[in-house]
């Protein structure tokens, strides 16, 4: 491995944030334009059936990289930590097996959902479709699933050794060739649907021989791949997997409810939802990306000891995390008239997208300042506390919070009941970061 040094232990740690977060953040947000573009494509063909399969096969992936998520996140910590402690020779061992394990988790996700297509089209009020071209789709997507893990899994391991603008290349190499390659799949040759599901197989295939030979040439790769190492790994990577994938596993219920609570206020406001979901998407995919982007700088100052530095890696990112917000929230009141207009949006849609757009940005900051607790708690070894807090904000941050919301406000009581819920929640694990980040509390999972 050419970087083996613990370079987050050096330099600017304000250059090393920002660097971290913002490459992160356009990694995510190529993915989630590159979405957007798939389905607006199919859309484009003018048949309901095939863009309800889109709208399943899409579902589908999501869950697929949210079991998957918490290995990314447990591969980059103890990749990270390994390098604080001068470890760096058993890095691509790590990495390899790593990888592999990543790969075995997303195929046997994808085996399970193929098998429960019906109980994943039922979520959204639909049935599996019977057409062979919707159901081409559907399989070559979940196959498209793993190559993203594998994608995700490159990038992350190249984070973990301050090669954030590599990363990015990994995923944009992705982005960039679905962007092309759909379209003259769909509309070009005609291919129609499956010629969106060859166009992610196409770019999963791109990014992963990117992300190998990033990888390969810069964390490094063994050649020899040991059965025990493959479970030794797995138990150590499962004890920040499992809470993490877990503390995932609650949100859907949370939002299952709220939108259940939404649909009673008619299409209208559902459309404003739809339009509020895209705005969220795209203007705090800095706040989605930071423990990703965290993660590596605090687990290598951690297992370094640099307690000084550690400190000041959270200091800078709640900076940015409080401008960001504020910038956005000042964005989002200049544009509010206008997009609810851009849209078409009107009568109660319009006027529910103008009152999130007005209360909401406030309590989006404290969401990201509660990414960063998250960090905190991973990389201090407490990764429990995020499984707590998942729960409580998708339980007693949400129920009670929307149920009175709608009563008293209607429809933007609902969302804004359930951000306001989650704040108070999100308050608390702010706290208990805080005091553990105080306390010197810290867990290494190496043992």
């Known amino acids: 491995m050419k970087k083996s040094a613990a370079t987050f232990t050096q330099g600017s740690l304000n250059h090393h944030v920002r660097r971290m977060a913002f490459t992160s953040a356009f990694g995510l ?5 590159t979405d957007i573009l798939t389905l607006t494509y199919v859309a484009m063909l003018h048949d309901e059936v095939l863009t309800a399969a889109v709208g399943i096969a899409k579902m589908m992936a999501f869950f697929n990289s949210s079991l998957v998520a918490g290995t ?24 390899t097996h790593a990888l592999i394990l ?3 988790l997303s195929i046997s996700v994808s085996i399970i959902e193929w098998f429960a297509l019906d109980f994943f089209a039922s979520l959204l009020g639909a049935h599996a479709p019977s057409s062979i071209p919707a159901r081409q789709f559907i399989a070559m997507t979940l196959v498209a699933s793993v190559l993203m893990a594998l994608i995700q899994a490159s990038a992350q391991a190249l984070r973990a050794i301050d090669h954030a603008g590599r990363a990015l290349a990994v995923v944009l190499s992705n982005a960039v060739c679905l962007s092309i390659v759909d379209p003259l799949l769909i509309f070009g040759a005609n291919l ?35 059965v025990r190492l493959l479970w030794l790994y797995g138990m150590r990577l499962s004890r920040i997997a499992l809470p993490y994938t877990l503390a995932n596993l609650a949100m859907p219920i949370a939002l299952t409810f709220t939108m259940a609570q939404l649909a009673m206020f008619g299409v209208s406001v559902m459309a404003g939802m739809a339009v509020m979901d895209r705005v969220l998407q795209f203007t705090y995919c800095l706040y989605f990306a930071l423990p990703g982007a965290l993660v590596p700088i605090l687990a290598q100052n951690l297992a370094a000891h640099r307690t000084a530095r550690s400190q000041a890696v959270l200091q800078s990112a709640a900076k ?35 009152d999130l757009l007005r209360f909401g940005p406030g309590l989006w900051i404290i969401f990201g300042l509660d990414f960063i607790a998250i960090s905190v708690f991973i990389c201090r ?39 306001l819920g989650n704040a108070l929640v999100a308050l608390a694990s702010i706290s208990t970061a805080i005091w553990l980040n105080r306390h010197g509390v810290y867990q290494a999972h190496e043992g």
């Open 320 to 354: 940015l995390v409080v401008m960001h917000g504020l910038f956005a929230w000042a964005a989002l009141l200049t544009i509010s008239p206008w997009l609810g207009r851009a849209f078409a949006l009107s009568g109660p849609g319009l006027a529910f997208l103008e």
């Open 192 to 226: 129609k649907l499956p010629g969106a599901g060859m166009a992610c197989l196409i770019a999963g295939l791109v990014g992963c021989l990117v992300g190998w030979q990033q990888v390969r040439k810069h964390v490094g790769l063994t050649t020899r791949v040991h």
């Open 29 to 33: 947000l190529a993915i989630f334009l």
């Open 381 to 419: 070894g407490h990764t429990c506390w995020v499984t707590v807090y998942a729960w409580l904000r998708a339980t007693l941050g949400t129920f009670p919070f929307v149920t009175a919301g709608a009563t008293l406000f209607g429809a933007s009581g609902v969302m804004l009941g359930m951000w």
């Open 72 to 95: 990314l996140v447990a591969a980059g910590t103890l990749i990270s930590r390994r390098l604080g402690q001068g470890s760096g020779a058993s890095v691509p061992a790590l990495a």
């Open 102 to 104: 990543t790969a075995l």
